[in-house]
């Protein structure tokens, strides 16, 4: 059997995808877009280096809700701020369930002395069930600190498993829903929401304010978010909670879940900047605008002017310089077709790769000039034309002596006088089949001349269209075309599940179906509440 490619390299693949596709893309994207998919890099190569067999859960929620206390209460430790002195402190404090998470702990940006690490503090075996875990406590998002907001926005993109903390007073509060919760649409995934001090409001009561939340949080878009009720004061859903973290922690996936939907919320960004394949192929292309540039030259009656110089035994035919405007219009239509299934990034892109008018009309007048315009008549011409005036000559001569004869000026004997008027008869009609057949040659020649310079121009303007125009065109839409094909092989296809509580962990055929997923010891556990 064929064994899959593990967790670290179907995501470094992915990665390395996405980062060559930024290379390619480069300016041709906006601002935005190209700053999102670099973070996206740069953050998921830095959580790799680090490794990812460690569980990143943070608790995040606004001022009262309760959320240092649910930290103590689930590490079972009294360590994280709480009450008075936590709006004292813009600081992350974090519960590891190991001893290698130093490295992760400085990338995330926690103080020394803000860290705690389980150990032999506790006795059980349950806390091997949360090994791995790496457990944050976040300043509030909504104090009037707004250094303690600027922490929370840090922290947040670099954790595996978000854990929104709320209270029955503000858990509908709009600073929640419009600046956290309805940007994580997509990241369900990887959140829960727990509603804290449950132990405040009646029980006839709770089943309507944990529905009332769940709708909220559909209203945000957002489907399948786990919604528990607990109660820091009293205990109340804290094993819940517990068994939640467990399931994080033994669904290894979670822990690339985050790095995962980074690179692929960065790879549909890309996708987006090249929505569609381009349909465009160069030889068409050129053949729909040579016509344009050829009218723009002249090069017909140029070809014109070599045909009736042959003809005529005299002229001398000049190509005239491209008409200016033509040429630019000629390139904007170019443009236009080319570009028209292009974002603007990459229209401008376009626009900047391809010849400009100027240097395209210098590349056409340049090919013009470099077409042989030959004036000279058929090699026979000199030949026939002087046997044409011989012969018409002898035949005058012998017309002029037959004349005579006739007259009795000159004194010739009978048949003589209509021999020579005969001859004269013959030679006329030689010196006048000899002129034709010479005017034929000229004819013939002037017409294979100015067929020549007509399919020579067109040829050189067909390269300038093709140098100038086609292949930077063509070389374009083969960076787009690999730009979309390496997004889409970053992209996720499977995604994973909301955690639900209920400690259905992986199977392997879930394993094996996930680009994410990866086994790991204790992986086929299963347990009921």
């Known amino acids: 059997m064929t064994e899959s490619p593990s967790h670290d390299a179907t995501l470094r693949a992915r990665t390395e995808d996405l980062a060559q596709a930024l290379d390619i893309a ?92 389980q150990g032999g503090e506790l006795d059980g075996q349950d806390e091997e069930k949360l090994a791995g875990l790496v457990l944050l406590d976040l300043p509030d998002h909504d104090s009037v600190e707004p250094a ?33 919760l309805r940007a994580s649409v997509g990241s369900e995934s990887s959140m829960v929401v727990l509603l804290n001090q449950v132990d405040t409001v009646p029980d006839a009561q709770r089943e309507n304010l944990l529905a009332d939340l769940a709708r909220l949080l559909e209203d945000d878009g957002l489907t399948g978010v786990y919604v528990q009720g607990v109660s820091a004061r009293t205990g109340e859903g804290i094993d819940r909670v517990r068994v939640l973290l467990e399931e994080a ?23 987006a900047q090249t929505p569609a394949e381009v349909p465009w192929q160069m030889g ?7 016509d344009a540039l050829v009218a723009a030259t002249g090069l017909a009656a140029v070809a014109t002017q070599v045909g009736n110089a042959v003809r005529n035994g005299y ?13 630019a219009l000629s390139r904007a239509r170019w443009l236009t077709r080319a570009g028209a299934s292009l974002r603007p990034g990459w229209q401008r892109s376009l626009a900047a790769s391809v010849a400009g008018a100027d240097q395209l009309r210098t590349s056409v007048a340049g090919a013009l000039r470099g077409v042989v315009l030959d004036t000279r008549g058929p090699s026979s011409a000199r030949v026939l034309r002087r046997t044409s005036w011989v012969l018409g000559g002898v035949a005058v001569v012998a017309a002029v002596v037959g004349v005579l004869a006739l007259t ?38 002037a017409r294979k001349r100015e067929q020549a310079v007509a399919s020579a121009g067109r040829a050189a303007l067909e390269r300038v269209l093709a140098e100038g125009l086609g292949e930077p065109t063509q070389q374009l839409l ?52």
Do not use: M
């Open 284 to 290: 068409p292309a050129v053949e729909r605008e040579l």
């Open 315 to 327: 002229g001398r035919p000049e190509v005239p310089p491209p008409d200016r405007d033509a040429v």
């Open 148 to 180: 303690h907001r600027e922490v929370v926005d840090r922290v947040l993109p670099l954790v595996d498993l978000l854990v929104w903390v709320v209270d029955p007073q503000k858990y509908a509060d709009d600073a929640l829903h419009s600046g956290y």
């Open 26 to 117: 480069g300016p041709r994207l906006d601002d935005a877009t190209s700053e999102r998919v670099s973070a996206a890099v740069e953050g998921v190569r830095q959580r790799l280096a680090l490794g990812v067999d460690h569980t990143v859960v943070a608790f995040a929620g606004g001022t009262g809700s309760g959320k240092s206390s649910l930290f103590n209460k689930v590490s079972r430790l009294s360590f994280a701020d709480v009450g008075v002195k936590r709006p004292t402190t813009a600081r992350v404090t974090a519960c590891s369930w190991s001893d290698g998470a130093e490295a992760l702990l400085d990338w995330v940006g926690v103080d020394r002395e803000r860290r705690i690490t």
């Open 478 to 529: 083969v960076e787009h075309r690999r730009v979309r094909e390496l997004a889409q092989a970053a992209t996720e296809v499977p995604t994973s599940q909301p955690l639900t509580g209920s400690l259905r962990l992986p199977t392997d055929s879930d394993l094996a179906s996930s680009s994410t997923a990866a086994p790991r010891a204790g992986a086929h556990r299963a347990s009921r509440d």
């Open 408 to 445: 009795g000026v000159l004194d010739l004997a009978s048949p003589w006088p209509a021999v020579v008027l005969g001859l004269a008869g013959v030679t006329a009609v030689a010196a006048v089949t000899v002129a034709l057949a010479g005017a034929g040659a000229r004819r013939g020649l």
């Open 249 to 271: 922690c033994a669904r290894r996936s979670v822990a690339a879940g985050r790095a995962a939907a980074e690179l692929d919320t960065a790879a549909r960004l890309l996708l």
